[in-house]
């Protein structure tokens, strides 16, 4: 049973635009991370927002959490053809060591 | 730098074979994971530990089985590999964090694993 699950599936932007990920979960969490895939590796650790928290930035990254809804959003501002890559949430459910990831979104940045 | 280190990028294996895939860190992290990735099922957590000779199930552990003897090395075993097993297997390590939870994990760069 996955925790997260990211919304849309794939995602196709010009270079310049902003471009939005969702990401649903089901159970409460202590805090939410955003990973990032290139194709065919590993994934890297861009954010984390805590389950206290409501909103975070990163350079061109904007995360939101509502917790009440149980999801949260990932903003990419201004894209750039390298930020093409696979987009993934991650959840610790309150009580363990469990970090369970989502599907992903596959986001594809036209130059 | 932090480093993750899985022993084989590619593995070919065939059906019954026993497989080891190796995950080696460098961060004196106390927990480590193994997950599989197969194309639109994301990422599923296969086992985990959070201590040395510790481990626990994650959502898909059945035909796994893992070995933590010292803290820097979380192997996943395939007793008898099947087709089913073909996948990209990636580890990983975190620290943790304020509440004892993850806050950020650590990635290997994945063995992509085919059973014939």
């Known amino acids: 049973s996955q925790q997260g699950e990211e919304d849309p599936q794939a995602l196709s932007i010009q270079e310049g635009e902003n471009a939005t990920m969702n990401c649903s979960y089901k159970?409460?969490?202590?805090?939410l991370q955003w990973y990032r895939q290139n194709s065919g590796r590993g994934l890297v650790h861009l954010i984390l927002i805590r389950s206290n928290e409501r909103e975070k930035h990163s350079g061109r990254l904007r995360v939101t959490l509502d917790t009440s809804k149980k999801s949260s959003s990932l903003l990419i501002t201004a894209s750039r053809a390298a930020d093409t890559a696979s987009y993934f949430c991650a959840t610790d459910a309150t009580g363990g060591f469990k970090t369970i990831f989502g599907a992903g979104t596959r986001l594809f940045v036209k130059a | 730098d932090v480093k993750v280190t899985q022993s084989s990028r590619y593995l070919v294996k065939r059906t019954g074979e026993k497989v080891f895939l190796e995950c080696v860190q460098d961060m004196d992290h106390e927990n480590m994971f193994w997950y599989r990735q197969d194309p639109g099922l994301g990422l599923r957590l296969i086992y985990f530990?959070?201590?040395?000779?510790?481990?626990e199930k994650g959502d898909i552990p059945e035909g796994y089985s893992v070995s933590r003897e010292k803290k820097e090395r979380f192997s996943l075993i395939l007793e008898s590999a099947s087709t089913n097993q073909t996948s990209m297997y990636l580890c990983a390590s975190s620290l943790v964090g304020r509440g004892l939870t993850n806050e950020k994990l650590f990635f290997g760069s994945g063995t992509q694993l085919s059973v014939l």
């Open positions: 159970t409460s969490i202590n805090n």
């Open positions: 530990s959070y201590d040395v000779k510790m481990k």
